[in-house]
């Protein structure tokens, strides 16, 4: 009897075991995401190019998935892609699966005058940089109440702190500025808002969550190492 128990007391055991380790595995894993396209199409936005955001999305799970974002829900995304008349700037809450804010955004003098073309992460080149960012800390300088960026992406924006890229406010981003002069005025790289609505903006986004920065830049695409999946035929289509 005692040698049948002493049999049978480790099947039970790794039986056990196997069930909790089981249920910490469950527990475990993330939360479901809905997939880019389904996510697209209930945020209901057509301003919001959608390759841009598929490309935002794919990279965003990727970086949230190694936790590198505190405000994980909130994402941004800048279509540089679009003129400068347009909003550009989308805010996206993920979790409730809607926009919170679009609005105008200035791109780098150096990269453009109508739309922004050329890009660089060079200092003191006065251009915008592509790819991702994580928002940092906020202070009040000489455009008031800003926002920090760190660039995520060697090669591409990794000197973004170095370059002062930040989110502020410029009175160069306004409608009316638009009227007078049929685009807005331009930055020294800083994806930069109407004092309208730039602090407000600043308070949706900051402490630690994800912004992209989107062209029709193949070469951006081709150097970043966080999507999957190819989309150099749809930015060249």
Same mark, same amino acid.
């Given at each position: +009897?005692?040698?049948?128990?002493?049999?049978?007391? $480790?099947?039970?055991?790794?039986? !056990?075991?196997?069930? #909790?380790?089981?249920?910490?595995?469950?527990?475990?894993?993330?939360?479901?995401?809905?997939?880019?396209?389904? *996510?697209?199409?209930?945020?209901?936005?057509?301003?919001?190019?959608?390759?841009?955001?598929? +490309?935002? @999305?794919?990279? %965003?799970?990727?970086?949230?998935?190694?936790? +590198?974002?505190?405000?994980?829900?909130?994402?941004?995304? =800048?279509?540089?892609?679009? $003129?400068?008349?347009? /909003?550009?700037?989308?805010? =996206?809450?993920?979790? /409730?699966?809607?926009?919170?804010?679009?609005?105008?955004?200035?791109?780098?003098?150096?990269?453009?005058?109508? @739309?922004?073309? /050329?890009?660089?992460?060079?200092?003191?080149?006065?251009?915008? &940089?592509?790819?991702?960012?994580?928002?940092?800390?906020?202070?009040?300088?000489?455009?008031? %109440?800003?926002?920090? *960026?760190?660039?995520?992406?060697?090669?591409?924006?990794?000197?973004?702190?170095?370059?002062? =890229?930040?989110?502020?406010?410029?009175? %160069?981003? &306004?409608?009316? @500025?638009?009227?007078?002069?049929?685009? *807005?005025?331009?930055?020294?790289?800083?994806?930069? !808002?109407?004092?309208?609505?730039?602090?407000?903006?600043?308070?949706? #986004?900051?402490?630690?969550?994800?912004?992209? =920065?989107?062209?029709?830049?193949?070469?951006?695409?081709?150097?970043?190492? *966080?999507?999957?999946?190819?989309?150099?035929?749809?930015?060249?289509?």
């Amino acid at each position: +009897m005692i040698s049948r128990l002493i049999l049978i007391l $480790p099947l039970l055991i790794i039986s !056990l075991g196997s069930g #909790i380790i089981r249920d910490i595995s469950d527990d475990s894993e993330p939360s479901h995401t809905p997939d880019a396209s389904g *996510l697209y199409a209930e945020l209901d936005c057509p301003e919001l190019n959608p390759l841009a955001f598929q +490309m935002a @999305y794919e990279g %965003y799970r990727k970086l949230a998935g190694n936790s +590198m974002f505190k405000r994980d829900t909130i994402l941004t995304v =800048i279509d540089f892609s679009k $003129p400068s008349v347009e /909003n550009r700037f989308f805010v =996206i809450d993920i979790k /409730n699966r809607r926009i919170i804010e679009k609005t105008l955004v200035a791109h780098g003098k150096n990269s453009g005058l109508l @739309y922004a073309e /050329n890009f660089s992460d060079r200092p003191h080149s006065n251009q915008s &940089s592509l790819g991702f960012y994580v928002t940092d800390q906020t202070y009040t300088g000489k455009h008031g %109440y800003s926002l920090r *960026l760190k660039g995520l992406e060697p090669g591409i924006n990794k000197n973004a702190w170095q370059r002062a =890229i930040v989110v502020h406010g410029a009175n %160069y981003v &306004s409608e009316d @500025y638009i009227k007078q002069y049929g685009r *807005l005025g331009r930055s020294f790289g800083c994806p930069a !808002l109407s004092y309208d609505i730039s602090s407000e903006v600043i308070n949706l #986004i900051k402490d630690a969550s994800c912004l992209f =920065i989107y062209s029709r830049d193949a070469s951006y695409q081709r150097q970043s190492d *966080l999507f999957s999946s190819s989309y150099f035929a749809q930015i060249n289509h």
